[in-house]
């Protein structure tokens, strides 16, 4: 499958210049990505903007007590073609200059962050509707990954990018043998079997959820540059979402085709919400204004929209006990989870044996066969030790160790249990003739670091795939030197055998 990424940091460094320089004739994608900068690279821009020189770098250390905070917040403005360094100069990329002064003081091309309907919506929302329709999209989702019904399930678009990017198997062969392309068409087709989540898949689900659209978002322009869509004008759109405000419809007649086209597919995961297909307006949806805020993300059961408006200005702390605190588990490896969220349940049910419901709580144990039945889909003990700790009730967060010791190692140990037998492919060499050319091959490969197991009572040696090559080459030169020898023999045996006729012929 192809390599899942998770930042858009990560991403972004990846790109070519010229593909910057584009990027940076907008001035919503400059604010965007100046959003993202940590607070010393946003400092950095913001000193140096009108500054109309190029700026020595021995001058740029004077601003900074530590010269380690200075050059890792430069690596980072050079890996996004911000600042450039020459000849001990700091310079800022005149593009860039020149479109985030333009998003300052007003200028330049007021389209890039969208362009507001001058007519009133007949079907106006509002942000609680918009709350709801993201939330019931995105929950479809997350829904489908973790195997529950709640809700429609997801459509084509959505399958193939799970596919494509390895967060659910399934079907016929697991797809172990099918190349990406032919896995995301198997699992769009009907009768492909029950998908399953795979450990990627579950440290998906581990993620908030900016960090979950930004993964969809990341996967999605991979599968652009597949489809030969223009790459910049669909990371153009990205950022220009996260730059529109909630609750506002906007135009969409000065959209691209390329982005008309990724308008469709970015309803299906309840990034943006329009009324019917074709319609001339849309609106950005709460998972589209957060992409570049750095604010949290806060979606719940869509039964209660209204939970959702409020979280956003919720505190941080309270965000974090609402949310994550929920989880209550004991010595004796009973579980206590203060939620009625579906989803929340779904997750718990693939590691935990749940044993009650209540309307505000459900309770379960950790028991050897559902910690088994996880980590048979690919989940590991860390990943189910990391959510427990993220999502501990409030009360426990009060305890060092947060996780009780004697359930943590359990947990460690069944993995242990599970992992106790590895298969690994190889080679057996066997039938040695001589146990002098058993020891020497087995020197040989125990010098390559090949073996893999060897029993010398039955001259038996099992080699790695990988060292099959060297050994059995070395095994051959054995061969050939046996045979060698072996003709050597025969030859002098029969040199003496016609001594002995010719000195028998003599005497006679």
């Known amino acids: 499958m192809s390599n899942f990424q998770t930042s858009i940091h990560e991403y972004l460094e990846t790109l070519p210049l010229q593909t910057f320089n584009r990027l940076y004739q907008k001035p919503a994608t400059c604010l965007a990505i100046f959003r993202l900068l940590p607070p010393l690279g946003k400092q950095i821009i913001m000193s140096s903007l009108y500054v109309d020189r190029p700026i020595p770098v021995a001058d740029m250390k004077l601003w900074f007590k530590e010269d380690g905070a200075l050059t890792e917040a430069m690596q980072r403005l050079r890996a996004l073609n911000i600042f450039s360094e020459d000849q001990g100069y700091y310079t800022m ?5 020149e479109q985030f002064r333009n998003v300052l003081t007003g200028g330049g091309n007021s389209q890039s962050f969208g362009l507001a309907t001058s007519t009133p919506d007949k079907h106006h929302v509002d942000i609680a509707f918009l709350d709801d329709y993201a939330t019931k999209q995105w929950e479809a989702i997350l829904h489908f990954m973790v195997g529950t019904t709640e809700g429609r399930p997801p459509c084509k678009g959505v399958l193939n990018l799970l596919g494509r990017s390895g967060l659910m198997t399934g079907g016929p062969g697991d797809g172990e043998n099918m190349d990406v392309r032919e896995f995301a068409n198997q699992m769009a087709r009907d009768d492909f079997g029950v998908p399953k989540i795979t450990h990627k898949g579950f440290q998906f689900l581990l993620q908030d959820i900016n960090t979950q659209v930004w993964a969809f978002l990341l996967q999605y322009l991979n599968m652009a540059e597949s489809l030969n869509m223009d790459l910049v004008e669909v990371l153009t759109f990205f950022f220009q979402l996260g730059s529109l405000e909630l609750g506002n419809d906007y135009s969409s007649e000065t959209l691209t085709p390329t982005q008309t086209h990724l308008l469709e597919d970015l309803k299906a995961y309840g990034i943006v919400y329009q009324r019917k297909r074709g319609s001339r307006r849309y609106y950005p949806t709460r ?9 949290p993300v806060m979606l719940g059961s869509h039964t209660n929209a209204t939970k959702i408006a409020a979280a956003a200005v919720r505190k941080a702390d309270d965000e974090e006990e609402d949310d994550h605190g929920f989880i209550v588990l004991e010595t004796n490896y009973r579980m206590y989870a203060y939620t009625d969220s579906p989803l929340q349940i779904a997750v718990l049910n693939l590691f935990v044996h749940l044993r009650d419901r209540f309307p505000n709580m459900v309770t379960g144990v950790v028991t050897r066969d559902s910690i088994r039945r996880a980590l048979s889909k690919g989940i590991t003990a860390d990943q189910i030790i990391t959510y427990l700790t993220a999502h501990a009730h409030a ?3 009060k305890h060092s160790p947060i996780l009780p010791l004697t359930v943590v190692d359990q947990i460690r140990l069944w993995e242990i249990e599970k992992n106790r037998l590895r298969p690994s492919p190889g080679w057996l060499y066997s039938q040695f003739n001589r146990q002098l050319d058993f020891e020497s091959t087995l020197q040989y490969a125990s010098e390559l670091g090949v073996v893999l197991w060897s029993n010398q009572k039955r001259r038996l040696l099992c080699i ?7 050994v059995g ?3 051959r030169k054995l061969i050939l ?3 060698e020898q072996q003709a050597q023999q025969q030859h002098q045996a029969q ?5 002995h006729h010719q000195m028998a012929s003599v005497v006679s």
Do not use: C, E, I, P
């Open 93 to 97: 990329n005149a593009t860039f200059l």
């Open 287 to 295: 998972l589209a204004t957060t992409l570049t805020s750095g604010t």
């Open 395 to 397: 009360q426990m967060r």
């Open 464 to 470: 790695t795939a990988d060292g099959h090559q060297a």
């Open 473 to 475: 080459a070395y095994v």
């Open 481 to 483: 030197r046996h045979k």
């Open 495 to 499: 040199q003496q055998q016609q001594q």
